[in-house]
């Protein structure tokens, strides 16, 4: 999914027995966590068990991680699979209603959850690309990606740069955004998905049941 | 705004950008709290091995799903070590059983405390209470042993 650079360093450092480093492995990918846990609509006490539960597996494995740069597919794996065990054992509890076609039901739910989850994967590929840039770029990009947005005149107040270049060094830092191996990785599975023919389209509307 | 026409892509990606961001700042806090939390353990498993869970009866034929009932009878699971296995019944409360048999101390631990501890005989034998819903693990430790099961829901 992604790559990160000081990744493999976080990893190390944490399975050395560093609080900080792992507290900074908890700071990046938290958000994919909790993210997973909204793609599939888990109340927030479920989503804190999963949370848990990932968290004190990855304390578990912090060693035995094979490829500390494959981190964030493990977590992210971790979590769908909680989460879908969590999502099954509620679905059996609910009363079954014999005219209810439920397999059906299930399938366009998980395609939900799918396309929910690539939009999840991408904008962690985001975050982890905008770690990998020189703190200015961040910087700016940051400002620029505030909501409500800022204008221009603001931004020049904050950065002291001048307000016409404002426009050119946003595209700039957007095209070095592209170019971060974060989102380098994310762009290329996706470009390898659209060539074989690309199952599915994640900003395609999806119809949603119930 | 500005006089530069940006490049086609940029806004998306900018706003995509800002759905990213937004999107970590809404993580409750007490996640992070937790997931801090976790690290804790780290230092509590040295020198203790990790028993392999290699038997759980609510499991079927899903290996994941641990919340699944069977229709009746206790649960049992069973984890499997190299000096010391433990063998467990969970119904009401927590019969649980060291193998080789012999006499041990046995904690069952949740994420952020102690729940209970119990001492096995000579058979091996404990009985604990039951903890209600979240991750537990229990630790035991005899003359030869220190093993630890991964965490699991009973």
Same mark, same amino acid.
């Given at each position: ?23 900074? @492995? ?10 997973? $846990?909204? *793609? ?27 490829? =500390? ?5 493990? @977590?992210?794996?971790? *979590? ?25 039901? %299930? *399938? ?13 994967? /991408? ?11 020189? =703190?200015?770029?961040? !910087? ?10 800022? $204008?221009? /005149? ?7 740069? =001048? @307000?016409?270049? @404002?426009? =050119?060094?946003?595209? /700039?830092?957007?095209? /070095?955004? !592209?170019? $971060? ?10 470009? %390898? ?6 199952? !599915? ?5 999806? %119809?949603?049941?119930? | ?47 203790? &091995? ?25 649960? &049992? ?9 433990? &063998? ?47 991750? +537990? ?5 005899? &003359? ?7 965490? +699991?829901?009973?």
């Amino acid at each position: 999914m992604l790559v990160d650079d000081d990744v493999p360093q976080l990893v190390t450092a944490a399975s050395r027995g560093d609080q900080g480093a792992w507290n900074a @492995i908890v700071d990046r990918y938290l958000p994919l966590v909790y993210s997973v $846990t909204r *793609a599939y609509r888990l109340a927030r006490s479920d989503a804190e068990d999963v949370n848990q539960t990932v968290w004190l597996r990855l304390v578990e494995h912090l060693d035995h991680l094979r490829e =500390p740069r494959a981190l964030p597919k493990w @977590i992210l794996t971790t *979590a769908r699979h909680e989460c879908s065990r969590l999502t099954r054992a509620g679905r059996r509890e609910q009363p079954v209603d014999p005219l209810t076609d439920r397999t059906l039901d %299930a *399938a366009v739910d998980d395609e939900v959850v799918e396309a929910e989850l690539l939009r999840v994967e /991408r904008q962690q590929a985001l975050r982890d690309g905008l770690a990998q840039l020189r =703190p200015a770029d961040r !910087r700016l990009l940051e400002l620029l990606a505030e909501d409500p947005p800022r $204008t221009y /005149r603001e931004i020049s107040e904050l950065t002291g740069m =001048p @307000i016409g270049s @404002i426009g =050119p060094t946003r595209a /700039r830092c957007l095209e /070095r955004l !592209r170019e $971060t191996p974060a989102v380098r990785a994310l762009l290329a599975g996706e470009s %390898a998905a659209a060539h074989t023919g690309g199952d !599915r389209d994640e900003r395609a509307p999806t %119809a949603q049941r119930r | 705004m500005s006089a530069h026409p940006p490049h086609n892509g940029d806004d998306p990606l900018l706003a995509e950008l800002a759905e990213a961001r937004s999107a970590a700042r809404a993580v409750p806090e007490s996640m992070r709290v937790a997931a801090r939390a976790a690290f804790a353990w780290r230092s509590v498993e040295e020198g203790l &091995e990790l028993l392999v869970l290699a038997h759980d009866s609510a499991l079927g034929t899903d290996a994941g799903d641990v919340r699944a009932a069977p229709p009746d009878g206790p649960r &049992e699971l069973a984890f499997r070590g190299a000096a010391l296995s433990v &063998e467990l019944e969970v119904d009401a409360d927590v019969r649980g059983r060291l193998v080789p048999p012999g006499p041990g101390r046995v904690t069952l631990a949740g994420p952020l405390a102690v729940l209970a501890e119990a001492e096995a005989d000579a058979l091996g034998c404990f009985r604990l209470p039951r903890p209600g819903c979240g991750q +537990v693990r229990l630790v035991c430790r005899t &003359e030869d042993a220190a093993v630890t099961t991964g965490w +699991v829901r009973l």
